[in-house]
Nanobody, 123 residues
Framework: QVQLVESGGGVVRAGGSLRLSCEGT????????VAWFRQPPGKEREFVAAISATVETTDYGLSTRGRFTISRDNAKNTVSLQMDKLTPDDTAVYYC????????????????WGQGTQVTVSS
């Protein structure tokens, strides 16, 4: 099974951008569908974006569509999340998750999870 490590979180002002990275170890991440979820303080975890193992399918949450872009770099065994036009509502711990094939937006489909990275957007 693949192990996942997120990086790239930090503090950014509203309107700014951040790029998160999810690195896989122990297996080829290209064999897995990968998704990003986030959990704002005091709220439930929510779906952000997903990409299939074949890169033919991507999906985004309603609040992130048009501002966030998910992509993969198989040479680096990573999946990235480019986040633009950030708002304070994007403040959360961001997690990447993986499953063989494609897991869509259902968190229960994913078997492998990273530890998360904090993103804070100041107003």
């Amino acid at each position: 099974q693949v192990q996942l490590v997120e990086s790239g979180g930090g503090v950014v002002r509203a309107g700014g951008s951040l790029r998160l990275s999810c690195e896989g170890t122990g297996d080829f991440l290209s064999h897995y569908g990968v998704a990003w979820f986030r959990q704002p303080p005091g709220k439930e975890r929510e779906f952000v974006a997903a990409i299939s193992a074949t890169v033919e399918t991507t999906d985004y949450g309603l609040s992130t569509r048009g501002r966030f872009t998910i992509s993969r770099d198989n040479a680096k065994n990573t999946v990235s999340l480019q986040m633009d036009k950030l708002t304070p509502d994007d403040t959360a711990v961001y997690y990447c998750a993986a499953v063989r094939g494609y897991g869509s937006h259902f968190s229960t489909n994913y078997r492998n999870w990273g530890q998360g990275t904090q993103v804070t957007v100041s107003s």
